[in-house]
């Protein structure tokens, strides 16, 4: 699978060399924020923000099985990493999953 | 013991090259690392392959190995070895565990970068018939003989056991290696020697913003190192810290012994030792530009023709290749790329003194592909550097003409690569 649309956003798998690790994701409704996002992931005890002064632009999050999510406010572009030790059959599942929690992380009060 | 520090690996400004101590090093990624070996291989059949990649690894590492072993001032040989095995994870090479004495052993290894990047990139489609990781083979050899102090060509290793067969590990012996004839040192290429050689630079166009974003990324590859596997996932390729004098004895022992049993396939070999560098600038330079990482940093690339390509020579010279500059550049045209240093020009004159035709292989293609990609690309649109885009861009036919117009293997004071439109 590729391509994953729901009501709220669109995963889409990026052609890296590995097998499913790379995920676009966008939201599909324009009421959902990537700054609602990141309010929503600063207050999760699912996500632990990973900082990295090189990159002023860039936001980077890591759950506890080491995936991530990376955003760029300024551009809006939101990639989800799955760990490369995810098992091939999994990735997908995985990508899914965290693309849910996402949106949910976004919608919350 | 002392282990290495940040500061163990220097960028020179006079040359563009990197260091590991008094080693040169280079970055290169999974995808260069297994096409160059495949090249090999296919040239060579692979029972000497296999010898030819076990040999260049063995006289690489232990030039690294003995350099950063002194340093680190371990007393024993267990510690020794376990700067041997820190350094090979932190490169990005993946996990050793040799248990080996100067009378021979065994050696495992897991997440090993060559057998587990083919079974990540090919291991879906394709069975794989031998085992692959010759370099951490001939890795594992120069640490024991470094750690006990024997002869350079002292103890040999065979990989019975690969991950990309699928095993569940990689398993290695150790034996002692009996020669019939005396080890003959062979000159290496230092850290010293390369420095200390003069070097004519020209500055080229759009030097500063070129200095500017190569110092921006050697800041990032700094922090690069392999994570609790010994893997480096960066740019969405495996990336390992390597050494050039690795990839040149391979390229050029091959190109010898071809040319003195095969001389009817060797334009067919430098070709693809060409086609290195188109699989370098696609996967790794594409990466990078098409990173979130590079977006953090810089923004999105540009779609003006001249600042893409100040991009695409800064990555040159932030992953170790040398003082790649442009000489001169009309887009859709010509790209004249000038360079007084080259990591393939400084192995080939001091091994085997000056060539008779213009050989930085590695060069030619990247220049080529360089301008394949800011040309044939749209970069106002996110691009999907997949396989199919790869071969639609290169094997389609021949757009470019490329020619080393001058070389430093030959003794000129330049490696000059035209790419014109044919």
Request: hydrophobic share 40%.
């Amino acid at each position: 699978m590729t391509r994953m649309e729901s009501q709220a956003y669109c995963l889409e798998k990026k052609t890296t060399c590995f097998n499913s690790l790379r995920w676009d994701f966008r939201f599909n409704n324009e009421s959902s924020t990537i700054s609602a996002l990141l309010a929503g992931l600063a207050n999760s005890s699912d996500w632990a923000e990973s900082i990295d002064t090189l990159y002023p632009r860039l936001i980077s999050y890591v759950d506890k099985d080491k995936h991530r999510v990376m955003l760029i406010p300024e551009t809006g572009r939101i990639e989800i990493r799955i760990h490369y030790t995810t098992s091939l059959a999994q990735r997908c599942i995985a990508a899914s999953k965290l693309a849910g929690s996402l949106s949910e992380l976004q919608s919350s009060p | 013991m002392k282990l290495l520090d940040s500061t163990a690996r220097t960028c020179s400004e006079k040359t563009d090259f990197m260091y590991l101590l008094d080693t040169p090093v280079v970055y290169h990624c999974h995808h260069f690392n297994l096409f160059l070996e495949q090249t090999i291989d296919d040239a060579l059949g692979w029972e000497e392959g296999q010898k030819v990649r076990f040999n260049a690894a063995r006289e690489a590492a232990r030039q690294l190995l003995s350099g950063v072993i002194k340093a680190a001032e371990a007393e024993t040989p267990a510690e020794r070895l376990q700067v041997a095995t820190t350094l090979f994870k932190k490169m990005g090479h993946g996990t050793l565990q040799i248990l080996s004495d100067y009378e021979g052993g065994e050696a495992f290894g897991e997440y090993l970068h060559y057998g587990y990047s083919w079974l990540q990139k090919y291991g879906h489609t394709v069975k794989q018939l031998h085992p692959n990781d010759l370099f951490a083979a001939g890795y594992i050899a120069a640490a024991v003989e470094v750690v006990y102090g024997l002869e350079p060509d002292a103890m040999l290793v065979t990989e019975t056991e690969c991950s990309s067969m699928k095993a569940p590990r990689c398993a290695f012996t150790v034996t002692k290696q009996i020669s019939d004839e005396p080890f003959k040192a062979l000159p290496t290429i230092s850290k010293e020697l390369c420095e200390s050689a003069e070097i004519t630079f020209e500055t080229g166009l759009h030097e500063d913003k070129i200095i500017a974003i190569a110092n921006g990324l050697r800041d990032f590859t700094a922090q690069v190192e392999g994570d609790e596997r010994g893997l480096v996932e960066a740019f969405g390729v495996f990336v390992t810290m390597h050494l050039p004098s690795y990839y040149n004895r391979i390229s050029y022992d091959t190109e010898a012994w071809i040319q003195e049993n095969r001389p009817q396939v060797r334009f067919a070999l430098t070709e693809l030792l060409k086609e290195s560098g188109h699989v370098c600038v696609f996967n790794t330079f594409g990466g990078i530009l098409s990173s979130m990482e590079w977006e953090g940093m810089l923004g999105k690339p540009s779609t003006d023709p001249h600042e893409l390509l100040a991009s695409f020579i800064a990555i040159g010279r932030a992953l170790g290749f040398g003082k790649w500059t442009i000489k001169d550049f009309i887009p859709g045209e010509k790209l004249v790329l000038r360079t007084p240093t080259s990591y393939e020009s400084a192995y080939f004159t001091v091994r085997h003194g000056e060539s008779d035709v213009p050989n930085n292989y590695f060069v030619q293609g990247a220049a080529q592909a360089i301008m394949t990609l800011i040309d044939d690309l749209d970069w106002s649109q996110e691009i999907d550097f997949s396989q199919d885009l790869y071969l639609s861009l290169f094997k389609k036919g021949a757009k470019w003409d490329t020619q080393e117009t001058s070389s430093l293997s030959t003794g000129a004071a330049y490696t000059e690569v035209v790419v014109q439109r044919n």
